[in-house]
């Protein structure tokens, strides 16, 4: 059985006794998910999206949008241990979120965010009643109020429901109340009611702060 899912990269160039250090942090932004047959399928290859020097550090806050509405972990060796997946929805207001989880970010004081940019996707039919606009979330920042997003990049689907996209918030950010805090983020898209059910987000941070070592920082993404 295959395990796909989908990788973003973190590189970091750190210097270390006159020496650069290559550093490759994987991160997975979506749950993984199993296939009967084996298979490996670039939709888009990955390239940089973001990429400078400046003493700092990359850092990302992530969170699952589903869970197993009556779960047993021990229940038996099946995918996702046999249960079916219901959405998560911290808000839970009955209006603007069908769906809604949080995380919380902590940067060093006197950090400057220099890019931000937020990852969703997941597996989504064409019979679901939000697959049109799962290219559109919400996002809420720490003391804010929720704002509407529109992807700036379609990464792509897979076996006609896996998909992910991107949304640059870098400016967002930077105008909001305060950095550090919860963040929530809204209305990704998945089917519910399945056992190969699987949808996320993370939202990827370069940050810069003087008293850190020079870094060389660069953000890869894609979709295989």
């Avoid at 990827?204 to 890869?220: C, D, G, K, S």
Wanted: charged fraction near 20%; proline fraction near 4%; hydrophobic fraction near 35%.
């Amino acid at each position: 059985m295959e395990k796909r899912y989908t990788k973003l990269y973190f590189r970091s160039l750190i210097p270390c006794g006159g020496r650069k250090l290559n550093l490759f942090l994987p991160l997975l932004i979506l749950l993984f998910w199993c296939q009967d047959a084996f298979s490996q399928i670039v939709v888009k290859p990955f390239e940089p999206r973001y990429k400078t020097e400046q003493p700092g550090g990359i850092v990302y806050v992530s969170n699952n949008i589903l869970s197993c509405a009556t779960c047993n972990p021990n229940s038996s060796t099946a995918q996702n241990d046999n249960n079916k997946s219901k959405y998560i929805d911290i808000l839970a207001d009955g209006t603007e979120t069908f769906s809604s989880s949080s995380a919380d970010l902590n940067l060093p004081d006197c950090s400057t965010i220099t890019f931000a940019g937020l990852y969703w996707g997941g597996a989504a039919t064409s019979d679901n009643p939000n697959f049109a606009n799962k290219n559109k979330v919400k996002l809420k920042l720490p003391g804010g109020s929720l704002t509407d997003l529109e992807a700036d990049v379609d990464f792509g689907v897979f076996d006609s429901q896996h998909y992910q996209y991107f949304k640059d918030v870098t400016s967002l950010l930077n105008a909001g109340a305060g950095t550090n805090g919860t963040y929530v983020v809204g209305n990704v898209v998945a089917d519910e009611d399945v056992y190969r059910a699987q949808a996320g987000w993370t939202l990827v941070i370069a940050y810069r702060q003087e008293l850190e070592p020079v870094r060389n920082l660069t953000v890869f993404d894609g979709f295989v």
